[in-house]
């Protein structure tokens, strides 16, 4: 039996999206997840809940709650780990659903004064107590 879902991993929340994120919270129209690559501390990417590849396929009101989404968003990476500025990356080239990486940067850090790589090698992978670590002061942070 087919499922009515586009084959997307945001809309399906399969093992695809297991394998690179975990859900830290709903927001108005979109969910929060944090990137399990965490080269950059507090990444973090926001996801449209409806399947869209544009942010032109939401009519103003949609708009206007997804872009409150990222900056609620980039506010609690901000709060919660005190970067020095976060940088916005909204590419679906591949992967054709709306959706912001959220890319918190640190002066001392990597990529810093340059745009961030999207899955640098060597990945910085945390365990299971970290990641909870990071979702529950997200989570704190969100309010």
């Not at 103003?60 to 940088?87: G, H, M, Q, W, Y």
């Amino acid at each position: 039996m087919s499922s009515p879902l586009p084959d997307c991993l945001y809309c399906r929340k399969d093992e695809r999206l297991d394998a690179l994120m975990l859900e830290v919270a709903p927001l108005q129209v979109s969910t929060l997840y944090l990137f399990k690559e965490q080269t950059h501390p507090g990444r973090c990417i926001v996801t449209y809940n409806g399947h869209v590849n544009e942010l032109f396929e939401l009519n103003a009101s949609e708009l206007a709650l997804f872009t409150a989404d990222v900056a609620r968003a980039a506010r609690a990476i901000k709060a919660a780990f005190n970067p020095a500025k976060i940088n916005y990356g909204a590419y679906s080239d591949k992967l054709l659903h709306l959706h912001f990486h959220l890319v918190p940067k640190y002066t001392d850090g990597p990529a810093w004064g340059t745009t961030f790589t999207m899955m640098p090698e060597p990945k910085v992978l945390l365990s299971a107590a970290d990641y909870a670590a990071h979702i529950a002061r997200l989570r704190e942070a969100l309010g």
